[in-house]
Each structure stands twice: as C-alpha cells, then as structure tokens.
Nanobody, 127 residues
C-alpha cells in the first residue's frame, strides 16, 4: 500500500505559478505510475497529467499542455506538478493518484486506472 499527501496549493493571481508536491509513504513511489487530477467547482474530476514509473513518459490534457509539467523524484519518494501561466479556469482541488504496475513505461489517464488517492490540495487563481 501507499499513502499520498498533496501540498503546495494556494491563492495566486492570473499568470502566476505554483509547484504542487505529492509525497508518498508506505511503499516506494517507484513501484507506481502516477497521475494528477483536478476538480473545479461545479464540475466533475478531470485528468490533468500522468507520468510512467520510470519518469521517461508523460502525457497531459490539452488545456494544460505547455503550461504544466509533471515530474518525479523517486529518491525523495515525491511526484511534482509545476503549474505555470495559471488561469482562473485552473482553479480547483488537485489530487495525486498512484497505480501499481509491473510495466515501467505504462501511463494512465482514467480515474479507474488508479488504486490510491491523496486528499487533494486547493489551487485558487484570481482574475
């Protein structure tokens, strides 16, 4: 099992940046493919970004390409989401998720692909 805790959210104005962190405990994060999702007020939770176990493969939803970057530091047992050029539409609760997999290059974009979830961190972007 793995436990996930997100930090780094906050209030930022349009155009600002944050670095969200997802710290894992219980098992090494290297055993898992990782993803970030978000849920805006009044909307369903949506996929944002994902990274494979080996860190060499990533994918993003179209609305954040070129602005967000997912990365992982297995030595620190932490996954990051760097969010730049923030817009009010980026406002929401950001969740990290983990999926245990034997495939080092596996990458996943669906909620049902993931086994474990953090509690989320709030990102608010003011106009």
């Amino acid at each position: 099992q793995v436990q996930l805790v997100e930090t780094g959210g906050g209030l930022v104005q349009t155009g600002g940046s944050l670095r969200l962190s997802c710290a894992a405990s219980g098992r090494t994060v290297s055993m898992y493919a990782m993803g970030w999702f978000r849920q805006a007020p009044g909307k369903e939770r949506e996929f944002v970004a994902a990274v494979a176990r080996n860190g060499g493969y990533t994918t993003y939803t179209d609305s954040v390409k070129g602005r967000f970057t997912i990365s992982r530091d297995n030595a620190k047992n932490t996954v990051y989401l760097q969010v730049n050029s923030l817009k009010p539409d980026d406002t929401g609760v950001y969740y990290c998720a983990a999926r245990q997999t034997y495939i080092s290059s596996g990458i996943y974009t669906r909620e049902d692909d993931y086994n474990f979830w953090g509690q989320g961190t709030q990102v608010t972007v003011s106009s």
